[in-house]
């Protein structure tokens, strides 16, 4: 028979015990997801079957199709040519709906879209060197636009960053290019390069 002693001294060790188990680990809020380039990306749709019948004509007019596109060019005075200006596809950018509203870390580059001397307060974040600036963007789903609240300061684009926040699906057109995720930075920190 157990006596009152004998009740406290196991409750006391069971006690105990529980202190030495190591402490959940962290989930919900709390759990930052590294994430990779390739994972802003939704899986692609299933290919169509093929033709059985490869006897198509070759003449986009055949079917009452316009024989050519519109043009995304306008003619200067001079007679030269220049892109058109960045616009919105209209159509809401493939992205993965899973990833609203997690905490994510992902590292990249800084594309700065407002900014006082070398303080940015918004910028897209981008995979590559470059981007947006020297060679076309790239899809809507490989950038990301990104508030920083007290700002970061950046000493060139060409310095890699790891971004902490909350990423959303929501899209954003800044006129340079149209992003298929924003985020709200809590960090921006120097990513050290690859060896």
């Known amino acids: 028979m157990r006596t009152p002693s004998h009740v406290a001294i196991l409750l006391g060790t069971l006690s105990g015990a529980i202190w030495l188990l190591p402490a959940p680990p962290a ?4 759990a930052v997801m590294s994430l990779k380039w390739d994972q802003l990306v939704p899986p692609a749709p299933p290919k169509p079957p ?3 019948f490869n006897d198509r004509p070759t003449d986009p ?6 024989a050519h596109a519109p043009s995304t060019t306008q003619p200067l005075a001079e007679g030269r040519w220049m892109s058109a200006p960045a616009k919105s596809s209209g159509s809401p950018p493939a992205v993965v709906a899973s990833l609203d509203g997690k905490r994510v870390q992902l590292g990249g580059y800084v594309v700065p879209l407002d900014f006082e001397a070398t303080r940015v307060k918004e910028f897209l974040l981008v995979p590559f060197v470059g981007a947006c600036i020297h060679v076309p963007p790239p899809p809507p789903n490989q950038i990301v636009y990104v508030k920083s609240e007290g700002g970061i300061d950046v000493k060139g684009t060409f310095d890699p960053v790891w971004v902490t926040g909350t990423l959303t699906v929501t899209p954003a057109f800044t006129g340079l290019a149209e992003a298929g995720y924003s985020l709200d930075a809590e960090k921006v920190e120097p990513r ?4």
């Open 192 to 195: 050290p390069l690859k060896d």
């Open 27 to 30: 989930t919900g809020a709390d």
């Open 50 to 52: 093929k033709a059985f």
């Open 61 to 66: 007019g055949a079917f009452g199709a316009p």
